[in-house]
């Protein structure tokens, strides 16, 4: 009789995560996933074409969660909307730094980098876009540059409020 395991998706990438923080992502294998958890490898791949698409599933599933925190900002303000865009940010990096500073996983990720960074970067443009709707003759552009502002300085762990100040002087 086969075994029956609840859960799977869910457990599968529990123990990815684990696994990626302890080993990195070079030590984090489909195989070393499926020992871990007892589910026979084949199954794994039933769920996941590849490592890559394994991890991108726990990040997706971790950036959807982020997205929501910043479109749902408890001050409304500009300051306000900027801050949970900031702090989602934040809490998503910090989630990921295993994966952000391994040079392997820099690599592997490479190839489709620019791809997601232009879907993020739209993503939260499109969530501060009320902030700059009445900026210049281009408010699209100025919600990109505000969101590749934010996405950079957040990675590189700036100061909000220095980060506010910059920003406010272009919104004002």
Known sequence: MPKIIENVREELLRETKRQLDERGYEGTTIRSVAAATGI?????????????????????????????????????TPRGVLFAVYDALSEFKKAHI???????????????????????????????????SKIGKNPDFTAEFIAESLIAWTMEERDFDEVYSVLESIIK
């Open 40 to 76: 026979g490898i084949g199954t794994v791949y039933n769920y996941f074409k590849s490592k890559d698409m394994l991890i991108a599933s726990f990040m997706l599933e971790d950036w959807r969660v982020a997205l929501d925190k910043m479109r749902s900002p408890k001050d409304r």
């Open 98 to 132: 295993s994966l952000f500073s391994d040079h392997e996983a820099a690599k592997s990720f490479n190839t489709s980098h620019s791809e997601y960074h232009r879907t993020l970067r739209g993503q939260i443009a499109s969530i501060v876009a009320p902030v700059s």
